[in-house]
């Protein structure tokens, strides 16, 4: 049970669900599979007096558009992403990151649209606050941060968890955003403010419609890594996703797109180290270097009991890897045909 | 078995209730009706009640747990048109008109299901609060995938913790079920 009240309408359209949003302003949250929203109002970290349930609006099943790019109905779940033949041979990228999210459950249960979307996490946020850290933090409206209380006023570093958005950005992917006005499109990146208090740059009453990625050129190879400490049903200590482009020699790297996720209040791309790839031939000296790089500059928020220096070593040695591993991915599919 | 009838859950009208969609309103009680294990239920039911309390508080069957309450844990797992998913984070309202299974659902009679033979056999149970979450979660895999590899038993029960197996028990339960040859039944 959630301890307030609150109301709860289903709706038949996405565009329904706007108006219902748009009228509620502030006091209303879209429902999508509940697996984020619903425990952060267990916690009372959110209180919204509506909820406006998306579970009656049926998902288009992911399509390849004429010019080749694919098109995923943000309602789409992440069981459904994981298993569906068409995702796993055009984005397997896609594939790969919905299949390390939570658990089978979980999985079932929430969206894509809602993975994007869901909050920023911190120890001290997520629990409940009846025993300990009970005044309100700044991401509750308080006036204090628990964890780095010399921080200046209003800034909250929590540490944004989404599996998916990482790979979504280095496949240079858009979303389309449905809102009172229509449509618009902006790049995934865009989707971050970098801001823990306000991390996504939607309205209240904006939603996400679609994602589309476009199509992989010839010579597109990709890596991608969760590190965890169990493996399995464990937010990320570093999501590493990494898109290549290599020229037909496939060694020089032609275009590189780099994400670190789950390290800071959103995705970061290391643009610096992308580029130090870019024109050069692959060895693992250069790709080690590249690592290092990102490391240093990601700057990883101490999170869940690792520290700075801890976290900063796990990019570094996974990114490597996660580099080396696309490029072996290229050399087994030119071995292979 | 259970009385089939309308119950009123939660009527409490605290000063913790808050603005509904209508500025000053309290949200409205639904009606809903569920097929749990076969048999229709009509419950009515505020928007903040999960499908957890529904089943074991009014429609009183309590083999399905609730431990964590916040999606973690797993013991709440049943199955929603035959996908595992957690009673604890889903609302009861979204649950109108569907089609439930819970650990109740399994045997048929006396009848354990296979399932839950081979979870006896392995001695895949031992303080039994996982295990209601562990079946279900092991039935949704072996419907979709009758042969699966111990590593797809891994990824399939990722979402279930147990606290006193080691699970190893659990997924050589789980192999046994399936008919597969790499995995010794115990007591048989
Ligand atoms: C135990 C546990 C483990 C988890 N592990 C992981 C993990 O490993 N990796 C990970 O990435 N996440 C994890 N999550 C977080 C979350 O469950 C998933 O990210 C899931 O995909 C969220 O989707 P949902 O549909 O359930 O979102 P909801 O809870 O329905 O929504 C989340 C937020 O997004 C908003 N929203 C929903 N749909 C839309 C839309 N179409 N447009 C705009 N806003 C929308 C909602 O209003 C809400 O604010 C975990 C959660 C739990 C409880
Ligand atoms: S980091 Fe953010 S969420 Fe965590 S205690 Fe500080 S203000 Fe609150
Ligand atoms: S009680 Fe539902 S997941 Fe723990
Ligand atoms: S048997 Fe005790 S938690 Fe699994």
Redesign the interface.
Known sequence: ?????????RADTLEQAVALLAR?QG??RA?AG??DL??GM??ENI?P???V?L?GIEPEAPQVLADGSIRIDALTRL?TLENSELVRRVVPMLAQSAHVV?????R??GTLGGNLCQEVRCLHLDQKHDYQFVAPCYKRGGTCCYPFPRNAPEVCWSVYMSDIAPALIALNAQVEILGETGTRRIDVEALFTGNGLKPLALSQAELLRAVLIPAAAPGFTWGFHKSTVRG??EFGMAVLAVALQLAEDGRTCTDARIVVGAVREGPVRPVAAERSLIGKTLDEERMEQAAADTSRVVNPLPHHGFSKRHLMDNIRVHLRRTLARALQRARDQEAGR | MHETGVVMLDVSKGKDVRVGAVAGAQSRTRLISLCVNGEWHEVAVKPRIMLVEVIRDTIGLTGTKASCESGICGACTVLIEGRPVLACITLAVECDGKQIRTVEGLAEGEKLSVVQEAFLDQGAVQCGFCTPGMLMSATALLERNPKPTRQDINKALEGNLCRCTGYNAIVDAVLQASGQENVKPVMK
């Open positions: 049970m959630i301890l307030f009240d609150f109301d709860y309408e509620l006091d209303a429902l509940g697996t619903l425990p267990r916690m209180r007096g509506l909820l349930s579970s069981a939570g658990g089978n459950q979980i079932q249960m399995g049903l």
